[in-house]
Protein backbone atom coordinates (compact mmCIF):
# COMPACT_ATOMS: atom_id res chain seq x y z
CA UNK A 1 0.00 0.00 0.00
CA UNK A 2 1.32 3.41 -1.16
CA UNK A 3 0.72 6.52 0.63
CA UNK A 4 1.24 10.07 -0.90
CA UNK A 5 2.02 12.89 1.11
CA UNK A 6 0.52 16.08 -0.02
CA UNK A 7 2.41 19.18 1.92
CA UNK A 8 2.93 22.79 1.60
CA UNK A 9 7.08 23.47 2.61
CA UNK A 10 7.84 26.71 3.68
CA UNK A 11 10.67 27.07 2.07
CA UNK A 12 9.21 26.85 -0.97
CA UNK A 13 7.27 30.14 -0.68
CA UNK A 14 9.97 31.78 1.66
CA UNK A 15 11.78 31.46 -1.98
CA UNK A 16 9.29 33.02 -3.98
CA UNK A 17 9.35 36.27 -1.77
CA UNK A 18 6.98 35.19 1.23
CA UNK A 19 7.34 36.36 4.53
CA UNK A 20 8.02 34.08 7.84
CA UNK A 21 4.23 35.86 8.97
CA UNK A 22 2.59 34.99 6.07
CA UNK A 23 4.29 31.36 5.90
CA UNK A 24 3.80 30.93 9.42
CA UNK A 25 1.39 28.24 9.00
CA UNK A 26 3.05 25.89 6.65
CA UNK A 27 5.58 23.13 6.75
CA UNK A 28 9.37 22.73 7.52
CA UNK A 29 11.03 19.69 5.83
CA UNK A 30 11.51 18.23 9.08
CA UNK A 31 8.27 18.30 9.57
CA UNK A 32 7.95 15.91 6.42
CA UNK A 33 10.51 13.59 7.13
CA UNK A 34 9.13 12.91 10.81
CA UNK A 35 5.74 12.01 9.18
CA UNK A 36 7.24 10.27 6.33
CA UNK A 37 9.41 8.14 8.74
CA UNK A 38 6.66 7.45 11.16
CA UNK A 39 4.46 6.39 8.14
CA UNK A 40 7.16 3.69 6.46
CA UNK A 41 7.72 2.67 9.93
CA UNK A 42 3.75 1.73 10.26
CA UNK A 43 4.60 -0.62 7.06
CA UNK A 44 3.66 1.73 4.29
CA UNK A 45 5.60 2.51 1.35
CA UNK A 46 5.24 6.54 0.73
CA UNK A 47 5.38 8.92 -2.13
CA UNK A 48 6.41 12.73 -1.97
CA UNK A 49 3.74 14.62 -3.83
CA UNK A 50 3.62 18.41 -2.42
CA UNK A 51 1.73 21.29 -2.60
CA UNK A 52 -1.67 21.50 -4.95
CA UNK A 53 0.30 22.45 -8.09
CA UNK A 54 2.42 19.45 -7.95
CA UNK A 55 -0.97 17.03 -7.10
CA UNK A 56 -2.13 18.23 -10.34
CA UNK A 57 0.46 17.23 -12.11
CA UNK A 58 0.51 13.97 -11.17
CA UNK A 59 -2.89 13.64 -11.63
CA UNK A 60 -3.19 14.59 -14.75
CA UNK A 61 -0.03 12.20 -15.81
CA UNK A 62 -2.37 9.40 -14.57
CA UNK A 63 -0.28 8.94 -10.86
CA UNK A 64 -2.43 7.27 -8.33
CA UNK A 65 -2.10 6.47 -4.51
CA UNK A 66 -3.95 4.29 -2.47
CA UNK A 67 -4.20 6.94 0.46
CA UNK A 68 -2.97 10.13 0.51
CA UNK A 69 -1.80 11.64 4.02
CA UNK A 70 -3.12 14.93 3.47
CA UNK A 71 -1.69 18.02 5.65
CA UNK A 72 -1.46 20.92 2.87
CA UNK A 73 -2.38 24.07 4.23
CA UNK A 74 -2.84 26.35 1.05
CA UNK A 75 -1.82 30.00 0.35
CA UNK A 76 -4.78 31.70 -0.69
CA UNK A 77 -8.52 32.19 0.01
CA UNK A 78 -10.95 30.60 2.07
CA UNK A 79 -11.03 27.26 0.62
CA UNK A 80 -7.43 27.14 0.66
CA UNK A 81 -7.53 24.29 3.15
CA UNK A 82 -9.76 22.51 1.12
CA UNK A 83 -8.72 22.80 -2.38
CA UNK A 84 -6.58 19.45 -2.10
CA UNK A 85 -9.12 17.27 -0.93
CA UNK A 86 -11.58 18.40 -3.27
CA UNK A 87 -9.35 17.21 -5.61
CA UNK A 88 -8.48 13.96 -4.64
CA UNK A 89 -12.40 13.58 -4.32
CA UNK A 90 -12.82 14.33 -7.36
CA UNK A 91 -10.44 11.69 -8.07
CA UNK A 92 -11.88 9.13 -6.02
CA UNK A 93 -8.86 9.18 -3.77
CA UNK A 94 -8.86 8.61 0.15
CA UNK A 95 -7.46 10.84 2.11
CA UNK A 96 -7.01 11.74 5.86
CA UNK A 97 -8.63 14.58 7.71
CA UNK A 98 -11.54 16.20 6.88
CA UNK A 99 -13.33 17.05 3.73
CA UNK A 100 -13.72 19.86 1.63
CA UNK A 101 -16.50 21.39 3.24
CA UNK A 102 -15.41 21.06 6.87
CA UNK A 103 -12.25 22.29 5.87
CA UNK A 104 -13.95 25.88 4.04
CA UNK A 105 -16.06 26.10 7.12
CA UNK A 106 -13.74 25.66 10.08
CA UNK A 107 -11.42 28.48 8.03
CA UNK A 108 -14.18 30.77 8.54
CA UNK A 109 -14.75 31.32 12.14
CA UNK A 110 -17.70 33.30 11.92
CA UNK A 111 -19.00 30.30 10.24
CA UNK A 112 -17.51 27.90 12.33
CA UNK A 113 -19.10 29.54 15.29
CA UNK A 114 -22.77 29.56 13.94
CA UNK A 115 -22.79 25.73 13.64
CA UNK A 116 -21.50 24.61 16.87
CA UNK A 117 -24.00 27.35 18.63
CA UNK A 118 -26.75 25.82 16.75
CA UNK A 119 -25.23 22.82 17.74
CA UNK A 120 -25.99 24.07 21.46
CA UNK A 121 -22.31 24.17 21.71
CA UNK A 122 -21.26 27.56 24.41
CA UNK A 123 -19.23 30.41 22.65
CA UNK A 124 -18.73 33.74 23.06
CA UNK A 125 -21.57 35.90 21.33
CA UNK A 126 -19.63 37.49 17.95
CA UNK A 127 -20.11 39.34 14.75
CA UNK A 128 -18.32 40.31 11.68
CA UNK A 129 -17.34 43.16 10.36
CA UNK A 130 -16.42 43.39 6.72
CA UNK A 131 -15.76 46.82 6.55
CA UNK A 132 -15.42 49.73 9.32
CA UNK A 133 -18.92 51.01 9.32
CA UNK A 134 -19.76 47.82 10.66
CA UNK A 135 -18.25 48.51 13.88
CA UNK A 136 -21.16 50.84 14.42
CA UNK A 137 -23.25 48.26 14.69
CA UNK A 138 -21.47 45.81 17.26
CA UNK A 139 -23.95 45.56 20.37
CA UNK A 140 -21.44 42.88 22.03
CA UNK A 141 -20.49 43.41 26.07
CA UNK A 142 -17.25 44.87 26.23
CA UNK A 143 -14.41 44.08 26.51
CA UNK A 144 -14.29 42.68 23.35
CA UNK A 145 -11.90 40.46 21.26
CA UNK A 146 -10.86 40.94 17.21
CA UNK A 147 -8.69 38.60 14.92
CA UNK A 148 -8.65 38.19 11.39
CA UNK A 149 -11.73 35.86 10.24
CA UNK A 150 -9.77 33.36 8.45
CA UNK A 151 -6.03 33.22 9.61
CA UNK A 152 -3.90 30.52 12.25
CA UNK A 153 -0.80 30.19 14.17
CA UNK A 154 -2.21 33.52 15.70
CA UNK A 155 -1.72 35.68 13.20
CA UNK A 156 -3.27 39.37 13.85
CA UNK A 157 -3.81 38.74 17.24
CA UNK A 158 -2.03 40.93 19.68
CA UNK A 159 -2.42 42.04 22.81
CA UNK A 160 -4.31 45.02 21.26
CA UNK A 161 -7.02 42.28 20.13
CA UNK A 162 -8.32 42.44 23.78
CA UNK A 163 -10.73 45.78 23.10
CA UNK A 164 -11.97 47.71 26.14
CA UNK A 165 -14.30 50.37 23.80
CA UNK A 166 -15.56 51.47 20.91
CA UNK A 167 -12.79 53.63 19.53
CA UNK A 168 -10.72 51.11 20.30
CA UNK A 169 -12.48 48.95 18.03
CA UNK A 170 -12.87 50.86 15.48
CA UNK A 171 -9.01 51.36 15.22
CA UNK A 172 -8.23 47.87 15.57
CA UNK A 173 -10.65 46.40 12.89
CA UNK A 174 -9.33 49.38 10.69
CA UNK A 175 -6.37 48.22 11.32
CA UNK A 176 -6.70 43.97 10.78
CA UNK A 177 -8.98 44.92 7.76
CA UNK A 178 -6.24 47.09 6.17
CA UNK A 179 -3.45 44.41 6.74
CA UNK A 180 -5.11 40.71 6.34
CA UNK A 181 -7.37 41.85 3.23
CA UNK A 182 -10.27 39.65 5.18
CA UNK A 183 -13.14 40.68 7.35
CA UNK A 184 -12.82 40.70 11.13
CA UNK A 185 -13.88 38.12 13.73
CA UNK A 186 -14.76 40.70 16.99
CA UNK A 187 -16.25 38.20 20.00
CA UNK A 188 -16.90 38.88 23.22
CA UNK A 189 -13.50 38.15 25.73
CA UNK A 190 -12.90 35.49 27.88
CA UNK A 191 -10.74 36.42 30.77
CA UNK A 192 -10.69 32.77 31.83
CA UNK A 193 -7.75 30.32 31.62
CA UNK A 194 -6.82 28.84 28.26
CA UNK A 195 -6.94 25.34 27.11
CA UNK A 196 -6.36 23.42 23.44
CA UNK A 197 -8.12 19.68 23.51
CA UNK A 198 -6.55 16.98 21.20
CA UNK A 199 -8.80 14.57 19.50
CA UNK A 200 -8.29 11.40 17.21
CA UNK A 201 -10.50 9.61 15.56
CA UNK A 202 -14.17 10.29 13.38
CA UNK A 203 -17.98 10.37 14.69
CA UNK A 204 -18.99 8.49 17.28
CA UNK A 205 -15.08 6.92 17.54
CA UNK A 206 -13.53 10.50 18.20
CA UNK A 207 -11.91 10.19 21.47
CA UNK A 208 -10.53 13.06 23.44
CA UNK A 209 -6.71 12.24 23.67
CA UNK A 210 -5.71 14.97 26.01
CA UNK A 211 -6.29 18.87 27.58
CA UNK A 212 -3.63 21.02 27.50
CA UNK A 213 -3.19 24.11 29.10
CA UNK A 214 -1.64 27.19 28.18
CA UNK A 215 0.10 28.97 30.98
CA UNK A 216 1.26 32.63 30.07
CA UNK A 217 4.64 33.88 31.76
CA UNK A 218 5.94 36.66 33.02
CA UNK A 219 7.80 37.33 29.12
CA UNK A 220 3.93 36.52 27.72
CA UNK A 221 1.86 39.19 25.88
CA UNK A 222 -1.02 39.88 27.60
CA UNK A 223 -4.54 38.51 27.23
CA UNK A 224 -4.04 35.80 24.54
CA UNK A 225 -2.14 32.69 22.93
CA UNK A 226 -0.60 35.73 19.98
CA UNK A 227 1.13 35.09 17.25
CA UNK A 228 4.78 35.91 19.30
CA UNK A 229 3.16 33.90 22.36
CA UNK A 230 3.48 31.11 19.75
CA UNK A 231 6.63 31.63 18.06
CA UNK A 232 8.64 32.23 20.83
CA UNK A 233 6.66 29.42 23.38
CA UNK A 234 9.71 28.40 24.73
CA UNK A 235 10.44 31.68 26.46
CA UNK A 236 6.87 33.07 26.80
CA UNK A 237 4.66 29.86 27.56
CA UNK A 238 3.92 26.83 29.70
CA UNK A 239 2.41 23.81 28.93
CA UNK A 240 0.70 21.13 31.07
CA UNK A 241 -1.76 18.48 31.26
CA UNK A 242 -4.56 19.42 32.41
CA UNK A 243 -6.57 16.67 34.68
CA UNK A 244 -8.68 18.82 36.66
CA UNK A 245 -12.86 19.69 36.49
CA UNK A 246 -11.80 21.77 33.61
CA UNK A 247 -10.07 19.48 31.51
CA UNK A 248 -13.50 17.08 32.13
CA UNK A 249 -15.54 20.20 30.86
CA UNK A 250 -12.97 20.90 27.76
CA UNK A 251 -13.28 17.07 26.67
CA UNK A 252 -17.20 17.48 26.62
CA UNK A 253 -16.88 20.66 24.93
CA UNK A 254 -14.39 19.71 22.06
CA UNK A 255 -16.11 16.66 21.66
CA UNK A 256 -19.40 18.21 20.95
CA UNK A 257 -18.02 20.57 18.72
CA UNK A 258 -15.86 18.11 17.14
CA UNK A 259 -18.86 15.96 15.73
CA UNK A 260 -21.14 18.41 15.35
CA UNK A 261 -18.56 19.93 12.59
CA UNK A 262 -17.90 16.19 11.07
CA UNK A 263 -14.32 16.64 11.74
CA UNK A 264 -12.31 13.97 10.90
CA UNK A 265 -9.05 11.95 11.97
CA UNK A 266 -7.34 14.11 13.97
CA UNK A 267 -7.13 17.68 15.29
CA UNK A 268 -7.75 20.39 18.12
CA UNK A 269 -10.30 22.41 20.07
CA UNK A 270 -9.39 25.43 21.10
CA UNK A 271 -11.66 26.56 24.67
CA UNK A 272 -11.53 29.16 27.15
CA UNK A 273 -13.13 29.82 30.40
CA UNK A 274 -15.52 32.60 30.82
CA UNK A 275 -15.45 34.86 34.21
CA UNK A 276 -17.27 32.01 36.18
CA UNK A 277 -15.03 29.16 34.83
CA UNK A 278 -17.58 27.98 32.25
CA UNK A 279 -15.90 26.32 29.21
CA UNK A 280 -17.01 27.99 25.90
CA UNK A 281 -15.44 26.92 22.46
CA UNK A 282 -13.22 29.05 20.69
CA UNK A 283 -12.08 27.37 17.61
CA UNK A 284 -11.40 24.55 15.76
CA UNK A 285 -8.27 23.09 14.10
CA UNK A 286 -9.10 20.26 11.74
CA UNK A 287 -5.87 20.55 9.80
CA UNK A 288 -3.47 20.59 13.08
CA UNK A 289 0.55 21.28 12.77
CA UNK A 290 2.25 17.71 13.22
CA UNK A 291 5.74 19.25 14.30
CA UNK A 292 6.46 16.40 16.40
CA UNK A 293 8.24 18.81 19.04
CA UNK A 294 6.57 22.01 18.82
CA UNK A 295 2.93 21.58 17.37
CA UNK A 296 0.11 21.87 19.60
CA UNK A 297 -1.54 18.43 18.77
CA UNK A 298 1.86 16.30 19.38
CA UNK A 299 2.74 18.28 22.44
CA UNK A 300 -0.65 17.15 23.82
CA UNK A 301 0.13 13.91 22.65
CA UNK A 302 3.43 13.94 24.77
CA UNK A 303 1.91 14.58 27.74
CA UNK A 304 -0.66 12.06 27.50
CA UNK A 305 1.75 9.65 26.93
CA UNK A 306 0.74 8.78 23.18
CA UNK A 307 4.12 8.88 20.91
CA UNK A 308 4.41 10.56 17.50
CA UNK A 309 4.68 7.36 15.95
CA UNK A 310 1.27 6.05 17.60
CA UNK A 311 -0.21 9.20 17.11
CA UNK A 312 0.58 9.09 12.94
CA UNK A 313 -0.78 5.06 13.03
CA UNK A 314 -3.94 6.21 14.94
CA UNK A 315 -4.90 8.96 12.12
CA UNK A 316 -3.77 6.57 9.37
CA UNK A 317 -6.36 4.22 11.01
CA UNK A 318 -8.98 6.04 11.14
CA UNK A 319 -8.67 7.26 7.48
CA UNK A 320 -8.42 3.87 6.24
CA UNK A 321 -11.26 2.63 8.08
CA UNK A 322 -13.25 5.39 6.65
CA UNK A 323 -12.37 4.38 3.07
CA UNK A 324 -12.88 0.84 4.27
CA UNK A 325 -9.18 0.00 3.55
Known amino acids: MTVGLTYDLRSEW ?53 LVFNFCEGMY ?12 DAYRIPYTFSDPAVLAVSLHKGMTKRVVRDAGV ?25 KPLAEGTGKGVTP ?9 LGAVCAHLLETYRQPVLVEEYLPGR ?8 TGADAAVVGTM ?48 LGARDAGRIDIRMDAEG ?9 LAGLHPKHSDLPIICTLAGVGFQD ?12 AGL
Open 213 to 260: EVVFLETAEAHAYTYVNKEYCDDRVLYRLADDQAAEGCARVALRAWRA
Open 160 to 168: ASRIADPDA
Open 194 to 201: EFTTGIVG
Open 278 to 286: RPSFIEVNP
Open 122 to 146: PTPDFAIVEEIADTREVTLRYPLFA
Open 311 to 322: LIERILDSARKR
Open 14 to 66: LAQGYSEVETAELDREETVEAIEAAIRAAGFDTARIGNYRSLMTALAAGTRWD
Open 77 to 88: GLGREALVPALL
